[in-house]
Every structure is written in structure tokens, then in C-alpha cells.
């Protein structure tokens, strides 16, 4: 279709309305412009046509909601959710409700790769393609090494330190400590490491056996000194997010009988006896797993 003044092509305006309710929420006309990016009066225009054809309903009280032909849809399509999809929706919820850029990386080499939803934007876009940070200078990359095998986080050393602002950690030994603290909290931050008045703070993110898959980042301005207020957000986020990629990957290995055997990361030891961590567990997948979005 073709593009209107604002650069934006009818399709992908429809599809930034429909994505509007990927949770399955009813909605009013006000949160799906503001989602959408759109002018009310252009959403309400597309989101008549969508009531028109069914793909929409609106509700008594005027809001709107899935209509019936695009529940047929999904009802003879469904699928098991992927770990991006899984990701998208968390980093929906998190963002909307503390209002800050937040992110869901994993490793690639010795950089982290990662989606971002930004605060009052259209849904996460589930690409993980060219959107590639250090992992030494981020929240997300200390999390994920932490829970990594010595040969991950000796390949990010060997590539080098690289200094990113005056905070940045530039030394082994340095990094090792954070990383042990790390293990033991399950929270990683960084203050202003890779950007000046740029802060963050992480969260690892297991399936069950406690390997770590990725890592939730929420990013914030300033020196840092108010991660602590919003740990406790993303530690929720993460631990939901793990919760529901177990849940999800006993499914596959129960429909599929196989395991599926990725590249090796470190068992959490500390956390065995804990619900949903309990046992060795097969290896976590891979970054190629990850990137198509592969749970077994």
C-alpha cells in the first residue's frame, strides 16, 4: 500500500494496531493511538475498518477488543510462543509499567545482542539483527557472563576491555569480581560504564536446570544511585520470563520426545532445591537457537 505523509505505509499502521493486542487486553481508542504512534483520528479511521471485518470488536463500554474472524485465525494457527515472543510481551509489560528503556539480550561472541522497547513506543520489534553492545560495559552482558563457562568470559577478556567512559571496567580482575557478586545476587548494574548519565540494571534470565538463556536490562539516566528502587521490577520480569520458557520448553520436549543439545553454559549451582532450578537439565540453547527462536 502506499505510504502516507508521515513516511508510514497503511500496512503497517493496520499492523501496528492489531499488535496493540497481542495480550489479548481490550483496549480504548486513546492507549491503541498511543501505542500504535498514530493520531487518534487515524486510528479510529483503521480501527473501524478493522470492527468492519471482524478482525476488532468493540465492547459495550466503546473500548475494543480481538474480533471473531482474527480468534479463528489464531485458534487454527496457534503455536508454542517463542523465546522472542515470550521476551516481546514481558518487555511490553515492564516498560509500560516503569515507564524506562528496557531490553532482552543474550550472548553472541563476546558482544550482547538484544531487543529494546522504549517507553510509550509501538511493540518490541522481535529482531535481534545487527543490535550488538559490549558485553563488559552492559548490565545485560555481566549478567549473562556470570552464568557463563570460564571459556565465554576468558574470549570477552582476550577480545579486550574496551574503555567506554571513565567508569568503564577495563581489567580482569576487576570484571571477575563483579561477575562473583553478580552469581551471588543475581543482579547485575553498571554506572554510566558505556554511555556518560547512562545507568542499568539486569537480571539473568534460566530455563529450568538454571541455565541461563538472557538476560532483562532496564536502562535509566543518571549515576545510578535509583537502580536499587527498580531492581525489584526486573527481578519480577525475569523470573516470570524464566518461569514461562521452562513452562514453554516442557511442552516442546514433551511433543517432540528429543532434547535439543546447544552450546554449554555454567549449571546453577547455588540454586538447586529451588522451584524450577532443580537438576542438571539439558544444555541451553544456542545463539542460533535463539535468534529463530527455539526453545528444544
Same mark, same amino acid.
Given at each position: 500500500m502506499s505510504n502516507s505523509v508521515d513516511g508510514r505505509s497503511v500496512t503497517s499502521k493496520l499492523a501496528a494496531i492489531i499488535r496493540a493486542f497481542s495480550t489479548g487486553e481490550v483496549h480504548s481508542l486513546s492507549h491503541i493511538a498511543r501505542v500504535a504512534g498514530l493520531p487518534v483520528s487515524t486510528a479510529h479511521r483503521?480501527?473501524?475498518?478493522?470492527?468492519?471485518?471482524?478482525?476488532?470488536?468493540?465492547?459495550?463500554?466503546?473500548?475494543?477488543?480481538?474480533? @471473531?474472524?482474527? $480468534?479463528?485465525?489464531?485458534?487454527?494457527?496457534? !503455536?508454542? @510462543? $517463542?523465546?522472542?515472543? !515470550?521476551?516481546? =510481551?514481558?518487555?511490553?509489560?515492564?516498560? +509500560?509499567?516503569?515507564?524506562?528503556?528496557?531490553?532482552?539480550?543474550?550472548?553472541?561472541? @563476546?558482544?550482547?545482542?538484544?531487543?529494546?522497547? =522504549? &517507553?510509550?513506543?509501538? &511493540?518490541?520489534?522481535?529482531?535481534?539483527?545487527?543490535?550488538? /553492545? &559490549? +558485553?563488559?560495559?552492559?548490565?545485560?552482558?555481566?549478567?549473562? /557472563?556470570?552464568?557463563?563457562? &570460564?571459556?565465554?568470559v576468558n574470549e570477552v577478556i582476550e577480545n579486550g576491555l574496551n574503555q567506554f567512559t571513565p567508569f568503564t571496567v577495563v581489567t580482569a580482575a576487576a570484571l571477575q569480581r563483579e561477575l562473583?557478586?553478580?552469581?551471588? $545476587?543475581?543482579?547485575?548494574?553498571t554506572r554510566q560504564e558505556l554511555n556518560l548519565n547512562t545507568s542499568a540494571v539486569a537480571v539473568p534470565v534460566f530455563i529450568g536446570g538454571g541455565q541461563v538463556v538472557g538476560a532483562i536490562e532496564l536502562t535509566t539516566t543518571g549515576a545510578g544511585f535509583q537502580l536499587h528502587l527498580l531492581q525489584s521490577a526486573v527481578l519480577v520480569a525475569a523470573r516470570g520470563l524464566s518461569r514461562e520458557l521452562t513452562a514453554s520448553r516442557c511442552r516442546n520436549l514433551t511433543g517432540a520426545g528429543t532434547l535439543h543439545h546447544g552450546s554449554g553454559v555454567r549449571t546453577l549451582e547455588a540454586s538447586r532445591g529451588r522451584p524450577g532450578f532443580v537438576g542438571a537439565g539439558p544444555a541451553a540453547p544456542s545463539a542460533q537457537d535463539l535468534t529463530s527462536g527455539k526453545l528444544a
Amino acid at each position: 500500500m502506499s505510504n502516507s505523509v508521515d513516511g508510514r505505509s497503511v500496512t503497517s499502521k493496520l499492523a501496528a494496531i492489531i499488535r496493540a493486542f497481542s495480550t489479548g487486553e481490550v483496549h480504548s481508542l486513546s492507549h491503541i493511538a498511543r501505542v500504535a504512534g498514530l493520531p487518534v483520528s487515524t486510528a479510529h479511521r483503521l480501527t473501524s475498518e478493522l470492527v468492519e471485518w471482524e478482525f476488532l470488536q468493540r465492547t459495550g463500554d466503546k473500548r475494543y477488543c480481538v474480533g @471473531p474472524f482474527l $480468534t479463528e485465525i489464531g485458534v487454527q494457527a496457534w !503455536h508454542e @510462543p $517463542t523465546i522472542r515472543e !515470550h521476551a516481546r =510481551r514481558v518487555l511490553d509489560d515492564l516498560s +509500560a509499567a516503569t515507564r524506562a528503556t528496557v531490553r532482552f539480550g543474550f550472548l553472541k561472541g @563476546p558482544a550482547v545482542s538484544y531487543v529494546e522497547k =522504549r &517507553p510509550n513506543t509501538r &511493540p518490541v520489534d522481535t529482531s535481534f539483527e545487527c543490535r550488538d /553492545l &559490549p +558485553a563488559h560495559a552492559t548490565a545485560m552482558g555481566k549478567a549473562l /557472563l556470570a552464568f557463563s563457562g &570460564p571459556e565465554i568470559v576468558n574470549e570477552v577478556i582476550e577480545n579486550g576491555l574496551n574503555q567506554f567512559t571513565p567508569f568503564t571496567v577495563v581489567t580482569a580482575a576487576a570484571l571477575q569480581r563483579e561477575l562473583k557478586i553478580t552469581r551471588m $545476587t543475581q543482579v547485575a548494574m553498571t554506572r554510566q560504564e558505556l554511555n556518560l548519565n547512562t545507568s542499568a540494571v539486569a537480571v539473568p534470565v534460566f530455563i529450568g536446570g538454571g541455565q541461563v538463556v538472557g538476560a532483562i536490562e532496564l536502562t535509566t539516566t543518571g549515576a545510578g544511585f535509583q537502580l536499587h528502587l527498580l531492581q525489584s521490577a526486573v527481578l519480577v520480569a525475569a523470573r516470570g520470563l524464566s518461569r514461562e520458557l521452562t513452562a514453554s520448553r516442557c511442552r516442546n520436549l514433551t511433543g517432540a520426545g528429543t532434547l535439543h543439545h546447544g552450546s554449554g553454559v555454567r549449571t546453577l549451582e547455588a540454586s538447586r532445591g529451588r522451584p524450577g532450578f532443580v537438576g542438571a537439565g539439558p544444555a541451553a540453547p544456542s545463539a542460533q537457537d535463539l535468534t529463530s527462536g527455539k526453545l528444544a
